[in-house]
């Protein structure tokens, strides 16, 4: 049986990038427009905000320690024990009005973030880009409007990346390189404009099927990896915006959501909160650490 638990009623405008630390069983997460990078501790159900000073839209644990931040002004590595940030590389410093959003990391130990603008245009002005562990960046997909939606196969052979704008809502699959860190053949992987909501964050288990978060849509579902539709799960709130595999077994689907200005409404009491979503039968898997 599936249960489903608000375990931080944060009622962020943005909660988002959910991260598993398997090292220390804690999971991290951003609330974006708050501006903070926050550490739930499942054992305690103790919720530590960050402040990080300005918009956080993604973020990787470091192998070295610390984590990775990909903030409006660009790429940082933080201390949350000092609180010291330091810019690694802004990767669009000619445009100012746009800000990094959906990102993770492969298992080499690179960044893949994309950017988006904000407050957003109806021009495909965002690119996704990728930051390597001695701090250089090159874009990678150019043309995007809301970046999201990224995932690597467990084969290493495979990145999905989604651009959420109501006008494209599709969900891409690259062929990928782990060596050279290359994209190749670009397919579509999922068009989801005949589904309810958005395609927004996502992630992959085990068996390699992509866990698709359908924000406006309240719903989570799953493709197989050739495209196919064979899980959908109903969600207690209408806006969900990623989901990360956590636990000691990885077992557990960590859910973040938002809140929009209708939220007021009796039914949309927890969007924009933390949940907890255990049951589902699958296991996911270890999040790579950005090696810079």
Known sequence: MVEITCIVDAKARVAEGPVWDEQASVLWWTNIYGQTLNRYDPATGVNQAFDVGEPLGSFALRAAGGVLLACKSGFYTFDPTTGQKTLVVDPEPDRPNHRLNDGRCDRAGRFWCGSMPDPILDRPTGALHRLDPDGSTRPMVKGALISNGLAFSPDNRTLYFADSWTAVRTVWAFDFDLASGTLGTRRVFIDTRDLPGRP??????????????????????????????????????????????????????????????????????????LFRIDGLGVTGLVEPRFAG
């Open 200 to 273: 927004d964050g996502a992630a992959v288990d085990a068996d390699g099927c992509y866990w698709m978060t359908c924000t406006g849509g309240g719903s989570l579902m799953r493709f197989t990896p050739d495209g196919r539709l064979d899980r959908t799960v109903p969600l207690p709130v209408k806006r969900p915006t990623m989901v990360a595999f956590g636990g000691k077994s990885l077992d557990t689907l960590y859910l973040t959501t938002l809140r929009s200005p209708d939220d007021h409404l009796p039914e949309a009491a927890q969007d924009g909160g």
